[in-house]
C-alpha cells in the first residue's frame, strides 16, 4: 500500500521515491513485523492462556525426556498466527502487491498455516498431542504443492533467453560482420532480417559496428555497448514485421507467441524478438532455448539443468512436502525451528535479490528471475516477524509456535527455494533440517529392519538432550550449524 503513495506522490514529495526501493521496503517491512509481534504477542499469550490452549506433554516412550520436558506442560502454543498475522499486515504495507511471486509466497504461508492450525486446534479440543490424521496433514501439503506446481507450470517466471548476454555471443567477428551487412543497400528494395536489425540501431552503435568490421579490435565496454543496443531493440518490441520476416524459417514457439498477439507480456514480447535476432544471426548468437521454467538447475554446475517437463509439478509438491514436515519434526526445543528458520529465510531472501538482477544472474550463471525482488521483501517480513516472535519463544519459551507456525515457515521456505529456482540448493540452504528429518527415516527404518534404534530418540536435538546436553546448548549448536551450511549455500552461487 505504502508503495503505490509513494508512487502517486512522489512527483510531489521526491524523497518519498525511497519508498518504491525494494531494499528500503524489505528493511521496513522486517522493522513492522518485528514491531507488530512485541505489540501483540503479550496480548496472544494472554488470550491463550485464557482459552487454556496449552501444550500437552507425551508421558509414554521416553520417560527421561518427560522428565526434562514436564515444566513445558500448559505453555501457550499455536503462536504461530502471530508470525502469520504480523507477516500479512506488514506485506500489505510494504509490499508491491501487484507481484505474483509474492502473492504465490504469501499464498503458501497462509494456507500451510490454516493447515496446521487445525492440526493444533484438534489437539486441543482433545486434550491430546494427535491433531489432524497423518493422510488429512499430508493432503493438504500435497494439495498446496499441487496448485503452486501446476501455476509454475502453466505461467512461467523466468526469462530463458530474453536479452542476449556476452555468453550468447558465438562470435564477435561474425556478429560484427553480419551486422554491418545490414547496413548495405538491397538492390531489389526488398529489407531483409540484418537490414532490419540495422536500421533499429542507435547511429552510434552503427559506427562502432563498422569499425569493428573493419579490423578494429572490440573492448568488454565495446562489446558491451553493442549487447545494450540489441537488448534495447528487444524490448522495445518493434523487430517484427511481417514483410520483412515472412520468407525466414522460424519456430514453433515463435508461432505460438506471434499467435497470442496483443495479449503478450513484457517478458514475452522480448523473448519473441529473441527467436527473431537468433534466427537472422544464426552463427553469432546462440540458440535459446523454451521451458527453462521447468529446468532444475544444478548448483555448482555451469549452466546445467535438468529437465522435468510435467514432472516438475510432482518435484513441487516434493520440495514443499518435504521442508514443511522437516521443520515441523525440528519443532521441538525453544527457539530451535523458530531461528533455523530464520537462517534459512535470510539466505534465500538473499538469493532472491541476485536472482532479481539481470547483471547479477548473468555473471553468476544463474536462472535469472525477474519479479523476484519482492521476495526479498517477503524474506525481510518473515526475518522481522520471526525474530519477534522468537522474543517470547527464546528459553524458557512463553508460547509455542505449534504446527500452525511451523507448517506456515517451512512452506515458506520451500516456496523461496522454487520461486528464485535455486530449488537444489535447498538442502544445503537448510541443512540443519535435513539431518533433522533424516535422522527419523534412519531410526524407523532401522527399527523396523533390525529392531534397534541408531539414536537415543528421534529427531535428532532429542538424542542429544538425552546425551545430557542442556535444551539451551543444543539449540545454540543447532543454530552455529544451521548458520554454516546457509554460508556454504552462498559460496555455491559464485562456485561455477
Not at 507456525?405 to 541443512?431: C, F, H, W
Request: aromatic share 10%; net charge neutral.
Amino acid at each position: 500500500m505504502l508503495y503505490y503513495l509513494a508512487v502517486a506522490l512522489k512527483p510531489y514529495f521526491g524523497a518519498l521515491n525511497v519508498l518504491t526501493y525494494h531494499t528500503v521496503r524489505a528493511g521496513a517491512a522486517a522493522l513492522t513485523g518485528f514491531a507488530l509481534c512485541l505489540l501483540i504477542g503479550p496480548w496472544l499469550i494472554r488470550q491463550l492462556q485464557a482459552l487454556k490452549v496449552g501444550q500437552y506433554i507425551k508421558k509414554d516412550h521416553v520417560a527421561d525426556l518427560h522428565a526434562l520436558h514436564k515444566g513445558k506442560a500448559g505453555t501457550p502454543t499455536m503462536g504461530g498466527t502471530m508470525i502469520l498475522f504480523s507477516t500479512l499486515v506488514s506485506i500489505l504495507l510494504w509490499g508491491r502487491l501487484s507481484n505474483r511471486l509474492l502473492w504465490l509466497a504469501m499464498s503458501v504461508l497462509l494456507v500451510l498455516g490454516v493447515v496446521g492450525f487445525l492440526d493444533d486446534y484438534i489437539k486441543l479440543k482433545r486434550k491430546h498431542n494427535d491433531g489432524l490424521s497423518a493422510r488429512a496433514k499430508f493432503a493438504g501439503q500435497i494439495l498446496v504443492g499441487l496448485l503452486l506446481g501446476v501455476y509454475l507450470y502453466l505461467n512461467p517466471i523466468t526469462v530463458s533467453g530474453a536479452n542476449v548476454y556476452m555468453r550468447d555471443v558465438l562470435n564477435w567477428q561474425v556478429l560484427v560482420h553480419e551486422l554491418a551487412m545490414g547496413g548495405e543497400a538491397d538492390a531489389a528494395g526488398k529489407q531483409e532480417p540484418r537490414q532490419r536489425i540495422w536500421s533499429l540501431l542507435d547511429p552510434s552503435t552503427q559506427e562502432l559496428v563498422h569499425e569493428a568490421a573493419m579490423g578494429m579490435e572490440l573492448s568488454r565496454l565495446d562489446r558491451q555497448e553493442i549487447l545494450d543496443a540489441l537488448n534495447e531493440i528487444l524490448g522495445a518490441g518493434t523487430l517484427y514485421d511481417t514483410r520483412v520476416w515472412s520468407d525466414v524459417s522460424l519456430t514453433e514457439e515463435f508461432g505460438t507467441l506471434l499467435s497470442s498477439g496483443d495479449s503478450l507480456n513484457r517478458m514475452e514480447m522480448v523473448r519473441r524478438d529473441r527467436l527473431l535476432l537468433e534466427a537472422a544471426l544464426p552463427r553469432a548468437i546462440a540458440e535459446s532455448h523454451p521451458n527453462q521454467h521447468t529446468k532444475v538447475g544444478v548448483p555448482g554446475l555451469k549452466e546445467v539443468y535438468i529437465p522435468l517437463g510435467m514432472l516438475y509439478i510432482v518435484f513441487v509438491v516434493f520440495v514443499i512436502v518435504a521442508i514443511s514436515n522437516a521443520v515441523n519434526l525440528t519443532d521441538g526445543l525453544d527457539g530451535l525451528a523458530a531461528g533455523t528458520s530464520l537462517i534459512s529465510i535470510m539466505a534465500y531472501a538473499a538469493i532472491a535479490y541476485v536472482v532479481s538482477r539481470a547483471d547479477w544472474s548473468q555473471y553468476l550463471f544463474i536462472t535469472y528471475v525477474p519479479e523476484a525482488s519482492e521476495l526479498f521483501v517477503f524474506g525481510g517480513v518473515l526475518l522481522g516477524t520471526g525474530m519477534g516472535f522468537l522474543w517470547f519463544n527464546g528459553h524458557p519459551a512463553e508460547v509455542f509456535m505449534g504446527d500452525t507456525g511451523s507448517l506456515a515457515l517451512g512452506g515458506a521456505i520451500g516456496a523461496m527455494a522454487i520461486l528464485t529456482k535455486q530449488e537444489l540448493l535447498l538442502p544445503l540452504v537448510s541443512g540443519l533440517f535435513v539431518i533433522e528429518a533424516l535422522s527419523v527415516v534412519i531410526q524407523v527404518g532401522s527399527y523396523k529392519l533390525t529392531g534397534k534404534r541408531v539414536f537415543r530418540m528421534a529427531p535428532l536435538h532429542h538424542h542429544f538432550e538425552l546425551l545430557g546436553w542442556a535444551e539451551t546448548k543444543v539449540t545454540l549448536r543447532f543454530w552455529i550449524i544451521a548458520l554454516l551450511f546457509a554460508l556454504m549455500s552462498m559460496g555455491t552461487l559464485k562456485l561455477r
